[in-house]
């Protein structure tokens, strides 16, 4: 059974640091490419990053500079280290994934099958 948890979340000030993790289970990890969604109150899921499975990253445009996907493939465990929060970072972060080693829009929403439940970002100014 294929399964993504998320941890890591929490309360951080604006210009702080917070590193959030996802451990993926039942999965051939090394062929899937995972990502980070987030979605705030009354807005859409919004891709954040992604990550291929030879490494290859995207980022949203409000995200570059300051947030870096990076996985273990070792320990089957997905991160994203947030650098210079902002409080419209504040939102629910999901880890996705699907079980494909490249895609075309690594992005977008529907290109992935597989959703953790979530962790709380929230980010106070």
């Known amino acids: 059974q294929v399964q993504l948890v998320e941890s890591g979340g929490g309360s951080v000030q604006s210009g702080g640091s917070l590193r959030l993790s996802c451990a993926a289970s039942g999965y051939t990890y090394r062929r899937i490419s995972m990502a980070w969604f987030r979605q705030a109150p009354g807005k859409e899921r919004e891709g954040v990053a992604a990550?291929?499975?030879?490494?290859?990253?995207s980022y949203a445009d409000s995200v570059k500079g300051r947030f870096t996907i990076s996985r273990d493939s070792a320990m089957n465990m997905l991160y994203l280290q947030m650098d210079s929060v902002k409080p419209e970072d504040s939102a629910m972060y999901y880890c996705?994934?699907?079980?494909?080693?490249?895609?075309?829009?690594?992005?977008?929403?529907?290109?992935?099958?597989?959703w953790g439940q979530g962790t709380q970002v929230t980010v106070s100014s």
């Open positions: 996705a994934a699907v079980s494909l080693r490249y895609i075309a829009q690594p992005l977008g929403r529907y290109q992935y099958n597989v």
């Open positions: 990550i291929d499975s030879d490494g290859s990253t």
